[in-house]
């Protein structure tokens, strides 16, 4: 059972970015998948969730309109698009089977000009 994010980066004060995960090892589509971040200092928090066929997502108050959590079953893969990015979403952010957790590696997020 393995989840590996990538797509993280430095981007300005406004950009985007779009955050991968690709899972293995488990029936990926019985599981809600979420995204967490988690800044220096602070506790890791919930970003995004998307349920396992994808019809229901829930977001965080502070990135709700910005960010958009989808998934791709037939690939294994669940993504989030970062738009209108601020200094505070600077994280790292972590991918995370729900049910019986499972998290990736992380990504670094810096946004910064």
């Known amino acids: 059972v393995q989840l590996v994010e990538s797509g993280g980066g430095l981007v300005q004060p406004g950009g985007s970015l779009r955050l991968s995960c690709a899972a293995s090892?488990?029936?990926?589509?019985?599981?809600?998948m979420s995204w967490y971040r988690q800044a220096p200092g602070e506790e890791r928090k919930l970003v995004a969730s998307i349920s396992g066929a994808g019809h229901s997502t829930n977001y965080a108050n502070s990135v709700k309109g910005r960010f958009t959590i989808s998934r791709d079953n037939a690939k294994k893969m669940v993504y989030l698009q970062m738009n209108s990015l601020k200094a505070e979403d600077t994280a790292v952010y972590y991918c995370?089977?729900?049910?019986?957790?499972?998290w990736g590696q992380g990504t670094q997020v810096t946004v910064s000009s």
């Open positions: 995370e089977r729900e049910g019986v957790p499972v």
């Open positions: 090892g488990f029936t990926f589509s019985s599981y809600a």
